[in-house]
């Protein structure tokens, strides 16, 4: 079974601080999503990620996909509160096989 | 592009009613589409994978009976939830994949549906 450990699973920091999220796996992905989700509303997606080492900015955001396709991490730089939500990787294994999801990062920035 | 659209967003029912909920690609077609449940803070849980004119593929643990998914249309999908318990209440999110033999496999979401089951 396939599996993506998502850390850390709670995140509480103060506007302006630097934070990271990791995503990582024993099996590797031919693709890997990063989405945030606010509190009753649908994921919203972030970025794909398919080529092994590939870096994606999304403005104070930073994507990074690991050599191995086996691991990814999310860094926001200088958070706002307006960052705060459910931040969830899902990995894809190819082949039309479904995704594999972590667990949740939810991230509280405090104004 | 690649909106996902869902509907009701929220709706309250009667313990033994059912409920249909509808989920629309608004510009692409489907072939795929997604259910989800999730709990608060954390994590979607797959309920099942629908395909365009075939039989759903329910995960394990999914009653088949209970949770009833149509997906007449490269554009819609329903998931019925068939006699509701107040343990059925939750979010349910539909998903649908815009490039299935593509090398990626993003998913769009719809908005999620709250169900409360009195």
């Known amino acids: 079974t396939q599996l993506l450990e998502q850390s850390p699973q709670f995140l509480s920091i103060q506007e302006g601080e630097n934070l990271t999220v990791y995503c990582n796996s024993s099996s590797v992905f031919s693709s890997l999503q990063w989405y945030r989700q606010e509190p009753g509303e649908g994921p919203v997606l972030l970025v794909t990620v398919v080529t092994g080492g590939e870096v994606k900015k999304l403005k104070r955001l930073t994507f990074q996909f690991g050599d191995a396709r086996k691991d990814s991490s999310l860094h926001i730089t200088a958070a706002q509160p307006g960052d705060t939500g459910l931040y969830l990787c899902?990995?894809?294994?190819?082949?039309?096989?479904?995704?594999?999801w972590g667990l949740g990062t939810s991230l509280a920035v405090n104004p | 592009g690649a909106v996902v659209s869902q509907h009701p967003s929220r709706v309250i029912c009667k313990s033994g009613t059912s409920v249909k909920i509808e989920c629309r690609s608004l510009d692409f077609q489907a072939t795929t589409m997604f259910w989800y449940r999730q709990f608060p803070k954390q994590s979607l849980m797959l309920m099942a994978t629908?395909?365009?004119?075939?039989?759903?593929?329910?995960e394990q643990g999914v009653e088949k009976d209970k949770f009833l998914i149509n997906h007449a249309s490269l554009t819609l999908s329903t998931l019925t939830v068939t006699s509701a318990h107040p343990e059925d209440s939750s979010f349910y999110i539909c998903s649908a994949r815009d490039n299935p033999t593509g090398s990626t496999d993003t998913q769009y979401f719809g908005p999620g549906t709250r169900l409360t089951v009195l």
């Open positions: 899902a990995g894809s294994p190819g082949n039309n096989r479904k995704l594999i």
């Open positions: 629908s395909n365009e004119g075939s039989k759903a593929t329910y």
